[in-house]
């Protein structure tokens, strides 16, 4: 007798939210990329026990019709990339059509939507509910421009996951984290983080990168950066680096911002470590926001589902030019050689 079954697509979902959803700040971190692909200039997001209980989100970007806001919970579906030939050239920070399936089965979610076009019609606002992967309700509802999402009893359906959760401190540092990340990489949209009702960030969305830096870290820091920028045919570096003396003890004050993707590099941090040369203490490192843009053909993101790690390729060309770019800012504020080590006299 066979004993192979194909899975039941709740429980396919199910497993796919193992990789995407781990934890509450996985949930926020899909739903406000999702806003952002909608090119939304307003973002909030709002918690209850750092979203353990509930996690909304509330966009003003373009919305969704009628259809698509119940496609929109399918496995696969997406309106990002249609052909293999996209996959290669990827101008959103979704396109795996995977978020919204795989949080649909791990909570309980209502999403309202609203498309306002240009056309006379009345615009028509609709909602739906999921649960365990199955709409549970839809219909018309007030209308409001974008969408907003609610995420309730996260993990309700998948015991072991809820219990591998950290202390609310811990689950809403890591939102922090993320909401301050994304912020950086993107000045010109105003983000709010809530929690039980406490305003926790907002940064201002004026467009200006130095200002978002003084939101995320104070004014006194952003104040002090120094402003880097290079080009070449293949690459365009721009952003702020800390001067020698502003260090902090750790990496985690860099940050690399590829194709308006947040992402975690060791190789990046280290070519800047090393840029700076020793003008840096041993175990001291610099604060950066550093943007990297680039032909997406270039990067390919695909690497793993939360999309944090990505390969470049021409990974030399861009040593090269930010190592130049660092150097040449570190000069701009002094432009008197260092004094070698060595060459102190001792007395
Ligand atoms: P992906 O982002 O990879 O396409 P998701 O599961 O996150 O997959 O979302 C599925 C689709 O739902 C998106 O492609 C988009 O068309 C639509 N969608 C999701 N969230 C929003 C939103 N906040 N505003 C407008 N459309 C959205
Ligand atoms: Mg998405």
Redesign the pocket.
Not at 61 to 64: I, R
Not at 95 to 103: C, D, M, N, Q, Y
């Given at each position: 007798m066979g004993k192979i079954k194909q899975m039941s697509e709740a429980l396919a979902n199910q497993i796919a939210a193992g990789e995407v959803v781990e934890r509450p700040a996985s949930v926020v971190k899909?739903?406000v990329?999702?806003?952002i692909?909608?090119n939304?200039t307003e973002i909030m997001i709002e918690l209850l026990d750092a979203g353990i209980q509930r996690i909304r989100?509330v966009?003003n970007?373009?919305?969704?019709d009628e259809t698509?806001?119940q496609?929109?919970?399918l496995p696969h579906?997406?309106?990002?990339?249609y052909t293999v030939h996209d996959l290669f050239s990827i101008h959103?920070?979704?396109?795996?059509?995977?978020?919204?399936?795989?949080?649909g089965s791990v909570a309980k979610v209502r999403?309202e939507?609203t498309q306002i076009d240009d056309s006379d019609t009345e615009p028509k606002g609709c909602f739906v509910e999921v649960s365990g992967s199955k709409i549970t309700d839809q219909g018309i509802t007030k209308p409001r421009k974008?969408?907003t999402?609610t995420v309730d009893s996260l993990f309700y359906n998948t015991p072991a996951r809820l219990k591998h959760l950290s202390s609310i401190k811990t689950e809403l540092r890591h939102i922090l984290n993320f909401v301050q990340d994304i912020a950086l990489s993107y000045p010109a949209i105003r983000f709010t983080l809530l929690n039980d009702n406490n305003k926790i960030f907002t940064s201002f969305g004026s467009g200006n990168l130095k200002q978002t830096i003084a939101n995320v870290y104070q004014p006194v820091l952003a104040r002090q950066l120094i402003e880097i920028s290079a080009r070449d045919n293949d690459f365009e570096i721009s952003g702020y680096i800390s001067p020698p003396q502003l260090t902090r003890t750790s990496k985690q004050y860099i940050h690399w911002i590829v194709n308006g993707r947040t992402i975690k590099s060791f190789a990046l941090s280290n070519i800047l470590v090393r840029a700076y040369g020793r003008q840096l203490m041993i175990g001291r490192f610099p604060v950066a926001v550093i943007k990297i843009d680039l032909d997406p053909r270039l990067v390919d993101v695909n690497v793993h589902p939360t999309k944090q790690t990505i390969r470049l390729s021409k990974e030399d060309e861009l040593a090269t030019l930010l190592t130049d770019a660092v150097q040449q800012a570190l000069k701009s504020i002094n432009p008197v050689p260092t004094v070698e080590i060595e060459d102190i006299p001792k007395v």
């Open positions: 899909e739903l990329e999702n806003a692909d909608a939304s989100v966009d970007g373009d919305g969704m698509d806001i496609l929109a919970f579906a997406t309106s990002k990339i959103s920070l979704g396109f795996r059509g995977e978020a919204l399936a795989s949080i999403m939507s974008g969408t999402i």
